[in-house]
């Protein structure tokens, strides 16, 4: 991860979302863009179908009628947790590493105000 441009960019944007505190100002139809916008740019990639279906999942849930917050959490938390591992992986490098660390802290506080 992070040698795609697409990539750059979502993970430019969702940091760029969720900067300054605006976590409060974000939502569910915001989500699903950013959402829709990740899987794409994350298509082709070899080994993410369970960060595609977590994606898939949380897209799901804030499209419901009644979107369980709880649920969110948990996708919310399985998708830092992949961040994190990201960052830390072999191919991890320069500032995508510190992009995809702070993507981790961004979703875990995001996902604890929930």
């Given at each position: 991860m992070g040698s795609n441009i697409l990539e750059e960019r979502m993970l430019e944007d969702t940091l760029?979302?969720?900067?300054d505190g605006n976590q409060?100002?974000?939502?569910?139809?915001?989500?699903v863009m950013l959402i829709d916008g990740w899987l794409q740019s994350l298509q082709g990639e070899p080994n993410l179908s369970q960060l595609e279906s977590?994606?898939?999942?949380?897209?799901?849930e804030l499209q419901a009628a009644q979107?369980?917050?709880?649920?969110?959490?948990?996708?919310?938390?399985?998708?830092?947790?992949?961040a994190e591992q990201a960052a830390q992986g072999p191919t991890a490098?320069?500032?995508?590493?510190?992009?995809?660390?702070?993507?981790?802290?961004?979703?875990?506080?995001?996902?604890s105000k929930l």
């Open positions: 760029g979302l969720f900067r409060s100002g974000v939502s569910p139809a915001q989500g977590h994606l898939n999942e949380l897209r799901a979107p369980n917050s709880q649920h969110i959490r948990q996708v919310m938390m399985s998708l830092a947790d992949q490098e320069g500032t995508w590493t510190g992009g995809m660390i702070s993507l981790s802290k961004v979703l875990r506080n995001f996902a």
